[in-house]
């Protein structure tokens, strides 16, 4: 799956005739081969259209609580692989909104805001009770979350809850956040931390690493 920042906001992908084009999306290279997109007049595509599938977003996108977009899907022809071109509000193989997901762990673990009060501000049925994806998202803080960053910030091998804090608070400052309650800085933040980068379901990396060098990195 490739993130990057979409011409239109999210809430357009909902309607198949405002989705940017497959030219539009297609990627410059396959992130897994390498192989280079290639143009129609000069010796055939490398990376085609395949097709598209519904997504839902939940949680607050828009001004909306839940969202069904449109996914522009490609196959590489170097190496038989499918690639999705998300836009920079979702994470790949998460329901809820990039500025969801980063909101929810600064109030819990910078604010100290309890995840029942986050559930009934954020979550998409917002009933009130204790959150589990909030327990899963601080749990997978930098693995896979943002794991590209990791070295950066300085994530051990072993990681600790109390570290969690320090780790997104070193994380937002890569982003210009220094402010006691950064809270209200994050969407923009949530945005930049997706754009540019693959995943392939193991781990993610920024589009420019070349991907023999992430392979060797894991």
Excluded at 160 to 183: C, E, I, S
């Amino acid at each position: 799956m490739i993130v990057r920042a979409f011409p239109v906001p999210v809430e357009c992908l909902s309607k198949w005739s405002t989705i940017p084009s497959v030219d539009e999306l297609r990627p410059a290279w396959c992130p897994s081969c390498g192989q280079p997109a290639g143009t129609r007049a000069c010796g055939g595509l490398g990376i085609v259209g395949h097709g598209s599938y519904e997504r839902q977003v939940a949680g607050g996108v828009a001004g909306a609580r839940d969202l069904l977009v449109r996914i522009r899907r490609y196959l590489c022809r170097g190496c038989g692989r499918t690639l999705s071109v998300l836009p920079d509000v979702l994470y790949p193989r998460r329901w809820y909104a990039a500025t969801t997901i980063l909101l929810a762990l600064a109030l819990r673990l910078l604010a100290g805001v309890t995840a029942r009060e986050i559930r009934s501000q954020l979550a998409s049925d917002g009933d009130g009770r204790g959150w589990k994806s909030l327990d899963r998202w601080r749990q997978q803080l930098f693995a896979p979350l943002w794991s590209w960053l990791g070295a950066q910030v300085g994530v051990p091998a072993r990681r600790t809850r109390p570290g969690q804090r320090t780790w997104l608070r070193r994380l937002l400052a890569l982003h210009g956040v220094t402010a006691r309650d950064p809270t209200d800085q994050v969407a923009s933040v949530a945005r930049r931390l997706g754009a540019d980068t693959a995943h392939d379901g193991v781990c993610g990396r920024q589009l420019h690493r070349d991907p023999r060098e992430a392979a060797t990195a894991r």
